[in-house]
């Protein structure tokens, strides 16, 4: 089998812990050109291997072979791949790989890079990391060191094209950033992958693409996911289509069929209750058509009053018009009688006229009398006030003279004043002294304030030490109880949750249930000598979690002691615990199991806490499945421990963890071993001598710092008192001083205001003296006024009398026409009284038209109204003819008592169930909309089931063919090593529940068995997996496939039958130029010949 060239490489590539590295220089490897190869050197040559070695065969230690002679271009499918090299990918820095068309196996021991071809090949034609199972990220594949990784690929090119594909993309770490070419011309990652699906490659197929870390996630997929990952693989396209086409069909059809049923039982339900109330709506339906008659029969009576109050209408207007002829003829035989009181009535109206002017210019006169007697009035007032304007006048003229003496004695009084003048007022001296007292008041102030300022500082100073006296106080005493070591220890080790621990404890009313504080608080070891083993579970972290029971706690306790609004802590762990212990306790086994092993018990039974507590600790440090023993081991003992399912255990000193790969079989575990501390926390040491001792001193040197600070508050006290009285003198000073000012000041104004009271009664003097002798030409000119408004009354008087004549006169014009008025109303009365008994009928004929036509008004309109009330029942539109027919005759009695005879009726059948009716229309409408529902359900149910009969008519065929096939294959690789196993089908009414069924059989005394994890053995499971991946060679529809360690978990006689028919099966694909198989085979122990010796040709 040729060897599978490596590229031409000048250099070994390092271990992948090694950091010695170099530059390489690649030269591009086409499969057309390789010439024959050498044998590969394995692991069991000199470590010291030359250049040539390296250029034709090993590295990083993994051999590299190809079964068969070699291929011309056509030996290649399209899209198989020819060349892979990469650049600083996972542990290679320069490697060039160029595989064969048919079988190509990868062997070298664990760790030396076979998956990282593998995973090359992956991410090289644009698939996601995740089928790796490995790295979530592009970046994780860039080597350690290196900024970037570069993968290039060639594909088989297709017969019409004329070169091959050639994809590269380089990742960059940084951004965990990828870029895509397509031979040289850079193209986005869509564009690769339509080259990748054009080719048929499925490297998210596990039937094509099988990679070490997804090994045990195919043996485990479920016959289900197999039949579906089979037909991807080994398929046309079109039969996974029709597959999911005819999933949902039967999804459909279960749903449309369990409707029917639903909707079909509904309406036999609906249709009996529809029978059961048949009775009572024939009854309630002969009810409803009397209803109606009586309703049809009441809505006529508008109609038949309508036609009774025309008719009375008609018979009124006739009334009216005759009434109204009679008043006309009466008026026209009566009218020269008539005339004549109508002449009388007019003379009495001119009468009545003159009468109401003569009064109205009687009034006129009247009026203007009044006026010229007002003028009089007024004349005679003028008269009286200047009268007593002149008495005024000489009464002043007598008390000025009177005023003379005063004044000249005042004058003189000032003058003598103005001789004597009082000491000088010195206002800057006075306030100079006052300005003294109050600068020595500002500055007692001043010191009060530095005072008052230095006792309210020490005061506080005080209060700050009585708290902390108060604090250290309950210091001590927390530290004399056992709480309080505890809290003392976890101050020691955390300050925040020492912090913490006393928020919860001063907030407990904030939260719903109880919150626990740190481990080391609530819990104990129960039995001291447990201490190491028990402390030696724990990290540090776990001492300090605060543990809450609901999440609204949970809540409260991040917002205050994490937020950054609050106390803003760090060292702290909160957690919350919603199950009981019971549901949360999960041991692997029994204590008494644990004792037959030679240990003591599990470490959560020796452990004393509140049992959310020891819920918490069960799911954080697994206190319910670490096993704890004072004593070593013996070697059975230690040897039945790790076949138990016991992982982790602590016995006398030491610390064990088994680790278990259950893909390698039951045997492969490894133990870490790590040695054990003595105990910190849970010892149960005494308290702190040296913490209290401290703490006392500082309790006794505050104590006596406060009496100190009493003493010196005191002091300050009776300063402040001193001066307050010192103040208060001053001010009682500055007082009297400011009070002897103004007093001074006062007397000093009056004198200099003296020569200016002295001018104004001079100047008050010299006026009264010229109002004096102005007196005489004051009564002089009042006199002359007097005498004019005496003249002016008696011109007046004189025109009054002429105006009282002339109200005689018009006073007697009056009288003379009220007595003609008299006259003439005796006229027109004695002309009416004779013509009384033609008034008198004209009146009642007047009356009787008036009653007549207010009559024939009011049946008019109560007519129109009920008129109006037929025209709105009539628009309605029901019963228009029912209506136009009544008997235009029909009396409103005779309507009433059609209407009792059908209430008669309707009394005679009885209400019995009033919803009845409309119960029965209701569910009427319900069951003919069923109806039409399960019409139309079942035409589309029969629809469906065309549907699938066709397509499964297609598909089912297809795929029993592929499955045979398959199934012959399969068979035939087990036959080749004396075993037995078929594949078949499972078939289910539901599609989706399809499966492959694979049997196999190991041993001769037994029968095919169902494969699964239970019946066969890791390794068994393993070769048929490798099997019935092989017997999809012959129906792949991809140009090639990848398993990786298929050989997971199988013993040598297994790997060694396996690798045989993997080589007989690629040498017969190979002479028929089928799909080429890539295989990673991590083997050491396997011989090279065997390798090489079994090649085809």
């Avoid at 991410?123 to 990391?129: M, N, P, V």
């Amino acid at each position: 089998m040729p060897s599978l060239s490596a590229g031409h490489r000048r250099r070994r590539m390092p271990d992948p812990e090694s950091s010695d590295e170099g530059d390489d220089s690649p030269a591009p490897t086409n499969p057309r050109d390789s010439g024959p190869s050498k044998r590969a050197r394995t692991g069991q040559d000199s470590p010291q291997l030359s250049d040539d070695d390296l250029d034709h065969s090993t590295m990083n230690g993994i051999g590299l072979r190809q079964n068969g002679n070699g291929h011309s271009e056509g030996g290649f499918q399209p899209g198989a791949i020819t060349r892979v090299k990469v650049n600083n990918f996972v542990t290679y820095e320069d490697a060039v790989f160029s595989p064969g068309p048919n079988l190509n196996m990868v062997i070298g021991p664990n760790g030396t890079g076979k998956s990282s071809l593998v995973c090359a090949i992956c991410i090289g034609l644009g698939y996601a990391a995740s089928n790796l199972g490995r790295a979530a990220k592009f970046s994780e594949f860039v080597k350690h060191g290196k900024d970037q990784a570069t993968i290039e690929i060639e594909l088989q090119r297709k017969p019409e094209d004329s070169s091959n594909y050639i994809i590269k993309v380089r990742i960059t770490r940084e951004g965990d950033k990828r870029k895509w070419w397509i031979n040289g011309s850079e193209v986005p990652l869509k564009s690769v992958q339509q080259l990748v699906r054009g080719l048929g490659i499925q490297v998210d197929n596990l039937c094509q693409f099988l990679p070490q870390d997804r090994v045990s996630e195919f043996s485990g997929l479920s016959p289900v996911a197999l039949l579906h990952e089979t037909q991807r693989a080994a398929a046309p396209p079109e039969m996974l289509t029709w597959h999911d086409e005819l999933k949902d069909l039967r999804k459909n059809q279960k749903s449309i069929q369990l409707n029917v049923e639903t909707d079909e039982e509904t309406l036999r339900t609906q249709e009996e209750r529809q029978e059961g109330l048949r009775g009572d709506v024939e009854r309630l339906q002969e009810r409803a058509q009397i209803q109606e008659k009586i309703a049809l029969l009441e809505s006529s009576v508008p109609f038949v009053e309508y036609n009774v109050k025309r008719r009375h209408y008609l018979e009124c207007r006739e009334r009216a018009k005759e009434a109204r002829n009679q008043v006309t003829a009466l008026e026209a035989e009566f009218a020269p009688t008539v005339q004549a009181v109508n002449n009388k009535e007019e003379y009495h109206h001119r009468i009545d006229v003159a009468v109401k002017e003569r009064k109205k210019d009687l009034q006129n006169s009247e009026r203007a009398a009044d006026n010229f007697f007002t003028q009089v009035e007024e004349a005679s007032e003028g008269i009286k006030e200047l009268e007593q304007k002149a008495k005024s006048e000489r009464d002043g003229e007598q008390k000025r003279k009177q005023q003379y003496t005063a004044i000249q004695q005042k004058i003189a009084d000032l003058e003598a004043q103005l001789k004597n003048e009082p000491p000088a007022f010195d206002g800057p001296e006075w306030n100079a002294k006052i300005r003294a007292e109050e600068h020595k008041c500002r500055e007692i102030e001043a010191e009060q304030r530095q005072v008052t300022e230095k006792r309210e500082d020490l005061d506080r100073q005080g209060l700050d030490v009585r708290a902390r006296v108060g604090e250290k106080e309950r210091e001590l005493a927390t530290l004399n109880s056992q709480q309080g070591k505890n809290i003392s220890l976890l101050r020691s080790i955390s300050r925040d949750a020492a912090t913490a621990w006393e928020w919860i404890e001063a907030n407990r009313d904030k939260f719903e249930k109880d919150v626990y504080g740190p481990p080391l608080i609530e819990c104990r070891v129960k039995d001291p000598r447990y201490a190491n083993v028990i402390e030696s579970i724990f990290q540090k972290n776990d001492f300090m979690v605060i543990t809450a029971q609901t999440s609204a706690d949970f809540e409260i306790l991040n917002e205050q002691l994490l937020g950054a609004s609050h106390l803003r802590l760090a060292d702290i762990n909160l957690r919350t615990v919603s199950r009981s212990l019971g549901q949360v306790r999960n041991s692997p086994l029994s204590t008494q199991e644990l004792q037959n092993l030679g240990l003591d018990g599990w470490a959560l039974d020796f452990v004393d806490g509140p049992e959310a507590v020891l819920s918490m600790l069960c799911g954080a440090v697994r206190l319910d499945r670490i096993a704890v023993g004072l004593n070593d081991l013996n070697e059975s003992q230690y040897n039945a421990l790790t076949s138990s399912a016991v992982s982790t255990f602590v016995s006398g000193r030491s610390h064990y963890s088994i680790q278990r790969r259950r893909e390698y079989g039951p045997g492969a575990t490894s133990t870490t071993t790590k040695s054990i501390q003595n105990a910190r926390y849970w010892t149960g040491q005494p308290i702190d001598t040296n913490d209290k001792q401290v703490l006392e001193e500082t309790l006794k040197g505050l104590r006596e710092n406060f009496q100190v600070m009493k003493v010196e508050s005191g002091e300050l006290k009776e300063k402040l008192r001193q001066l307050s009285e010192q103040r208060s003198t001053i001010l009682e000073a500055i007082k009297i001083l400011k009070a002897k000012k103004n007093e001074a000041q006062l007397i000093a104004g009056r004198f200099q205001a003296l020569p200016g009271k002295i001018e104004r009664e001079k100047e008050n003097y010299q006026a009264m003296k010229l109002v004096s002798e102005n007196y005489r030409a004051r009564m002089r000119e009042i006199e002359a006024q007097s005498d004019e408004l005496v003249l002016k009354k008696n011109a007046l008087s004189i025109e009054y009398k002429a105006l009282i004549q002339g109200i005689r006169t018009a006073h007697l014009s009056l009288q003379e026409a009220r007595f003609r008025l008299i006259e003439a109303a005796s006229d027109v009365e004695s002309l009416k009284e004779q013509s009384s008994d033609i008034t008198r009928r004209l009146e009642e004929e007047r009356q009787n038209y008036e009653r007549a036509n207010q009559e024939y008004k009011e049946v008019k309109a109560k007519a129109i109204a009920v008129h109006n009330q037929c025209i709105s029942i009539l628009a309605e539109g029901n019963n228009k003819e029912y209506f136009e027919t009544i008997d235009k005759d029909l009396t409103i009695e005779q309507l009433e008592q059609d209407i009792d005879a059908e209430k008669s009726k309707l009394d005679y059948i009885h209400d019995g169930n009033p919803g009845a009716l409309r119960e029965f229309e209701t569910r009427q409408v319900a069951i003919d909309r069923l109806t039409a529902t399960i019409t139309t359900a079942r035409t589309e149910l029969t629809s469906v089931d065309n549907s699938i009969a066709r397509l499964r008519a297609r598909w089912e065929p297809e795929l029993d063919k592929l499955i045979a096939s398959i199934s012959a294959a399969f068979a035939h690789n087990f036959e080749q090593i004396g075993c037995a196993g078929e594949v078949g089908v499972h078939k289910d009414e539901d599609f989706d529940l399809w499966a492959i069924e694979i049997r196999v059989k190991f041993r001769e005394n037994e029968t095919l068995q169902q494969l699964d994890q239970h019946r066969q053995s890791g390794g068994e499971r393993s070769v048929s997996t490798i099997f019935y991946l092989m017997a999809l060679q012959s129906l792949a529809r991809s140009p090639f496939r990848v398993v990786d360690e298929i050989n997971q978990g199988m013993d040598p006689r297994n790997e060694r039958m396996v690798h045989e028919r993997m080589v007989d099966i690629a040498s017969a694909q190979w002479r028929s130029g089928s799909t080429t198989v890539r295989t990673i085979w991590p083997a050491e122990e396997m011989d090279e010949r065997e390798v090489m010796d079994s090649r085809p040709g």
